[in-house]
């Protein structure tokens, strides 16, 4: 299941730099990682692939970021995405492998639906009921359990607070690393998606992170991010029609 041609692993090291990008503040281009792993993996086996990489990514980032962290908004997500990574857990065990994929590709539609929105949002009231924190983190404690893809909805919350760019990273930075270490067990016991195979097959792609992180760090400083962001959102549509029908 994992003898991959030249084609796809060059598809999964250039996932992985994406994702050492993403990981260093250049936020946004979750779904095309993940497409990307599915596409070489499979939907459900390319969890467990990406997990240690994650994990990786937010070491770098929280080391890199430490002095922005915004405790007070890391405590208010954490009970509600804890939640969500549960309710993950319980369905995903009982979810096939064309069904979690479908339920990923909706998922990257409906992440890519509400950045646009929140992008292109006139009113820019920050809302202040409690519903909107709990909704977001049960949301993404959900989608980052089932399919690593968390990253939309804590970015819809955090654009939505008007968080300082580098206290945006620096908060993101430990609220995934905390969760992320959460959701490892599940991933080896419940789900079996992280064992040895899998994570040989993490090691061989942590060089592709660890460059992307010291690019993003470059990125965050230069990029044009309105751009950037209009960029990502269409490839990250793309990304989540062409798993939609593979």
């Known amino acids: 299941m994992f ?4 084609f796809d ?6 996932c992985a730099f994406l994702l050492g ?18 596409l070489t993996y499979g939907a459900k086996t390319s969890t467990g692939v990406l997990m240690p990489l994650l994990i990786v990514g937010d070491v770098f980032a ?3 970021y430490k002095r922005h962290v915004q405790w007070n908004h890391i405590i208010k997500l954490m009970p509600w995405m804890v939640l969500g990574v549960l309710i993950g857990v319980i369905g995903g065990s009982y979810i096939s492998d064309n069904l979690f994929k479908y339920g990923m590709a909706g998922i990257i539609l409906l992440s890519v639906g509400l950045m646009y929105y929140w992008e292109n949002k006139k009113d820019k009231t920050i809302p202040s009921h409690w519903s909107f924190g709990s909704s977001m983190g049960i949301i993404a ?20 607070i008007r968080l300082p760019k580098n206290a945006f990273i620096g908060t993101a930075a430990w609220l995934f690393f905390i969760i992320n270490s959460f959701k490892i067990p599940f991933h080896i016991w419940s789900w079996g998606t992280i064992n040895r195979i899998s994570i040989w097959k993490s090691i061989e792609l942590v ?8 690019v993003g760090v470059y990125l965050v400083k230069k990029i044009n991010d309105d751009a950037y962001r209009k960029l990502i959102l269409l490839l990250t549509a793309v990304g989540g029609v062409v798993i939609l029908f593979n």
Do not use: D
Not at 141 to 160: D, E, P, Q
Not at 207 to 214: A, E, R, S, T
């Open 9 to 14: 692993f060059s598809l999964a090291a250039f």
């Open 3 to 6: 003898e991959l041609n030249l």
């Open 141 to 160: 404690g959900f989608t980052t359990m089932v399919g690593h893809l968390a990253g939309a909805f804590s970015n819809i919350y955090f654009l939505a």
């Open 21 to 38: 990008v993403s990981k260093s503040g250049i936020k946004g281009i979750a779904a095309l990682i993940v497409t990307g792993f599915a």
């Open 62 to 64: 929280i080391t890199y």
């Open 207 to 214: 060089p592709f992170v660890i460059f992307g992180l010291f």
